[in-house]
């Protein structure tokens, strides 16, 4: 007989159908739960090597600046979420010094709660991301990589760097089945004290996610909206449904599922 819930766990990373050994799980499935768990409190603990992250962001043709937020340690880092949104001292008046302002976007890729996430897909994610960029004829600043960095640093920098916008590319808080996805949060006139209801946000950017085609397509139709209506955030939805299928070429959609929300 063959068992309907091995089929459907076929179709799903989440675990069900798991079975049992006497009153508890199997071995193999504690042991899975275990290396899920230990991946995840890696992603959140492994510190972000900015000087690699940044060469790989050159090698596309970006020129980089690093930053830091308030936060002087990963410890402190998580225990003070305010601290993570905050320019750590000098840091405003070195992207204002390092940039070219005034420009239409800010990207700042932060290690959030999986530098993992970074070290894997931010590259990559801005290799699909570029070819957009260069079609729109955006002026884009430096892109600033940010250590101890929550999604709202990006208002500061933004606003340093005299962007339109700013679109913040950060390591996801790691679930026990996905310690690598990206999230990309758009913020339209950026400036300390924007709220989390006036960001747009494309989660879920991963291999067995959101692809970074995809996630680049969709990105770049925001962003467009956003310049056009001078809005985003909740009052922004995501409709590039009919874009995405008059798109030419190959489909942008990978094996992973889609994800994309507005707020």
Not at 178 to 192: A, M, N
Not at 205 to 213: I, K, M, N, Q
């Amino acid at each position: 007989m063959i068992d309907p819930w091995a089929r459907l766990a076929r179709l799903t990373p989440a675990r069900i159908g798991l079975g049992r050994a006497g009153s508890g799980l199997p071995t193999r499935e504690v042991l899975r739960f275990g290396l899920a768990h230990a991946q995840a409190r890696d992603a959140v603990h492994t510190p972000l090597d900015a000087g690699a992250v940044s060469a790989g962001i050159a090698g596309l043709g970006f020129e980089t600046l690093t930053v830091a937020s308030a936060a002087p340690d990963r410890a402190t880092y998580l225990r003070r979420p305010d601290l993570g949104r905050a320019l750590g001292d000098g840091a405003a008046a070195a992207l204002a010094a390092g940039g070219d302002g005034p420009v239409d976007l800010a990207l700042v890729v932060a290690d959030g709660l999986s530098a993992r996430a970074v070290h894997e897909g931010a590259a990559g994610f801005l290799a699909a991301f570029k070819p957009h960029l260069d079609r729109a004829g955006w002026r884009v600043a430096p892109v600033v990589v940010a250590t101890q960095a929550r999604v709202a640093l990006g208002d500061g920098v933004g606003a340093a760097l005299r962007a339109r916008a700013v679109v913040v590319i950060i390591g996801e808080r790691p679930g026990l089945s996905s310690p690598d996805s990206l999230g990309l949060y758009l913020t339209l006139d950026p400036r300390v004290g924007r709220s989390d209801a006036e960001r747009n946000c494309i989660s879920n950017v991963r291999p067995a996610g959101l692809s970074h085609d995809l996630a680049a397509f969709k990105l770049d139709w925001l962003l467009t909206q956003a310049f056009a209506l001078g809005i985003s955030g909740v009052n922004l939805k995501d409709d590039s449904g009919p874009a995405l299928a008059a798109a030419p070429g190959p489909t942008l959609l990978g094996d992973g599922s889609e994800s994309a929300r507005g707020s």
